[in-house]
């Protein structure tokens, strides 16, 4: 299950904050987390769940150019961290980002669709460079926990997949749905998706 094919996760964001442009500074501007540390992912390929533990960010931030892209789409970049329009750190929740939107149609459109609430979710195009499994017997399921991961850009998107877990839980137990029912559900759901974004 482990490989060196670029990966995309999608998350619904806990908060955005936004920030306007005012008097004598243009600028608007987006921040939030791109994931906070050990919260359980909803059920991915219908195979797996996956954590990102704390420091699996650090050497990405430190050697490589991170692009924020709109909906990953590369030809609208909303920043880089190489001239601090993107800026990235780990703390102790999560990983925080702070975009600078640029004075452009697609900025403008992101902060609007944002502030709007019509995009909630924050995704990340990621390699893995170390990661380990577990076997959930009681859930008939695995869980990966990313250690280090080999972050390239992200991007707000109206496409969530890492969900509290207390929601997701308390929704497949509302609706009387077993494990392998679940993990069915959540994989044709998530092809949708897939097929929509046209990422295959």
């Known amino acids: 299950m482990v490989g060196s094919k670029k990966e995309v996760r999608y998350l619904q964001a806990s908060e955005f904050q936004i920030r306007a442009a ?10 939030g987390y791109v994931v906070k540390f050990n919260q359980r992912s909803q059920l991915i390929y219908g195979e797996f769940y996956e954590r990102v ?14 692009i ?7 030809d609208f970049v909303l920043g880089s961290s190489k001239n601090k329009t993107l800026r990235l750190q780990e703390d102790d929740v999560g990983l925080h980002f702070e975009i600078d939107l ?7 459109d992101a902060f609007e669709s944002i502030q709007r609430g019509d995009v909630d979710g924050v995704s990340f195009g990621f390699n893995v460079r170390g990661d380990s499994w577990s076997y959930l017997q009681e859930e008939d399921v695995y869980e990966r926990t990313l250690l280090d991961i080999d972050l390239r850009e992200i991007s707000p998107t109206p ?10 839980k308390r929704s497949v137990e509302q609706l009387g749905i077993t494990t392998k029912e679940h993990r069915r559900l959540e994989k044709e759901k998530l092809l949708i998706e897939i097929d929509l974004l046209g990422i295959l």
């Open 22 to 31: 005012s008097e004598g500074d243009n600028t608007m501007g987006i921040s």
């Open 68 to 74: 924020a892209l709109w909906n990953h789409r590369t």
């Open 159 to 168: 496409f969530p997949a890492y969900l509290d877990s207390e929601v997701s």
């Open 102 to 108: 640029p004075n452009s149609t697609w900025g403008k």
């Open 53 to 66: 533990a704390q420091g699996a960010f650090l050497k990405s931030l430190q050697e490589n150019k991170i």
